[in-house]
């Protein structure tokens, strides 16, 4: 309860920077957290890449099993994203099972990842109707200091670009690699006092009413969208929120990908 | 699922399957205050779509530990019954809904004053009968008008529409067989009379140009629904003073 009060103060002194045109860790309004992309740093994973935005750390996973393909698309390999908010990650996360925040974290990251068409789904079939590869992305937090949409979606499309196709393991041939055809990036900004400020930390997150990623692709195409949070936006913000989107984007791509 | 290459031919001589134009909504039926037990509620039919919601409250927040000392949490719950689907809907909540309940209830949250019940709830529950594409607008508008039916301070109401491309064009309020076969989906919430987005999601592939050109024709279709939203709470209230009065 007692933090309560200080979740307060401290939405006010976000605010009150923000009206003096200054953040709390001193960026510029349009100014990204500095990133890093560690990939392949897990054996046992078939992919894997931790993201470092700022103070932010995410790791993700992606581990290939052979599998049955859904009904409706037999043809088709199978992409299940997964996010885990571990109670290591932040004295807010509680364990036990996916809440609402994990919940939109896993299928905004897939969505971008599906509308893109980043994977070429029926390359990953081995036998129609029988046997085909099951892409597993678990994102797994480990320090929350704001902004985990980006950071894991980033993640995501670190790790699948590396991925090692278990094919000996499982007895079947093909190809070793899976076929990427985009790279999209999420730009997540807030809305604080008419500004918008991009990639919020942990207390612009916390302090903003309004928040939304852009998700784009390599020609500049959006592949989704997600506005959250209790507050409301114009369309002249959110038109501006996606040309800043889709610049920023382009930068992470050339600079991390 | 979306994002393929058309394989159905979803625009035949500048038409719809279903006969609709580009920027056309599907029929629009709302019922207000059908549920007795509810604080509130409201009927709402898109097209297809069949919703039902109800509001409880304000009323005391459980778990208490969940309770916001400043102001009411409001408590959203979008279910879809086991058949109002073509294959049975498994019972209970899955990812999508927890996803959508959260969505929704933020789609409202701007409008409802929530400051004037602190520690309390107001629970707000959209049942989908049957679905047709498009549930989480129509329950949104259900729920929008279901929280006026049962008096809560609201500054507006909130309307919703979805907006997506099929065979490369932008078109409105898109049907399941569009949805399924479609390039994208965009649905978008919106305060009508001050423009305001309060909800805008999106998934499948679109330029910025196409994004921006949805977002005005879901916007202009908001104020439509809008008008719809109001009539029908105008003329409930109008009608029940007048029984008052048979009375």
Known sequence: ?257 | MKGEETEVELIKEGKRLDGRGFEELRHIKIDVGVLKRADGSCYFELGDNKVIAAVYGPREMHPRHAQDAKMAVVKFRYNMAPFSTDDRKRPGPDRRSIEISKVSREALDPVIMREYYPKMAIEVYAELLQSDAGTRTAGINAASVALADAGIPMRDLVSSVAVGKIDGEMVLDLNAMEDNHGEADMPVAMIARTNTITALQMDGRLTKEEFERGLKLAMGACHQIYELQRTALIERYSKSENKKEEE
């Open chain 1, 1 to 257: 309860m007692g933090l309560e009060i200080v979740d307060d103060i401290r939405e006010d002194y976000v605010y009150d920077l923000v009206k003096s045109g200054k953040r709390e860790d001193g960026r510029g309004f349009r100014e990204y957290r500095q990133i890093s992309v560690e990939r392949d740093l897990i054996k046992r994973a078939e992919g894997s890449a931790r993201v470092k935005v700022g103070d932010t750390d995410v790791l993700v996973g992606v581990k290939l099993e052979l599998g049955e393909p859904f009904p409706d698309t037999p043809d088709k390999g199978v992409l299940i994203t997964n996010a885990e908010l571990v109670p290591l990650a932040s004295p807010g996360f509680e364990s036990g099972p996916p809440n609402e925040n994990s919940i939109q974290l896993a299928r905004v990251v897939d969505r971008g990842i599906r509308g893109s068409e980043t994977t070429d789904l029926e390359k990953l079939c081995i036998e129609e109707g029988e046997k085909v590869w099951i892409v597993f992305i678990d994102i797994h937090i480990l320090d929350d200091n704001g902004n985990l949409m980006d950071a894991a979606a980033l993640g995501a499309i670190a790790s699948l670009l590396n991925i090692r196709i278990p094919n000996e393991k499982y007895g079947v041939t093909g190809e070793n690699t899976l076929p990427i055809r985009d790279t999209p990036v999420a730009v997540t900004m807030v809305k604080i006092e008419g500004n918008i400020l991009v990639d919020p930390n942990f207390d612009e997150e916390n302090a903003a009413t309004s928040k939304l990623t852009v998700i784009s692709n390599a020609d500049g195409t959006l592949s989704g969208m997600q506005k959250s949070g209790s507050g409301g936006l114009k369309e002249e913000e959110i038109a501006e929120m996606v040309e800043i989107g889709i610049e920023k984007a382009g930068e992470i791509r050339e600079s991390y990908l």
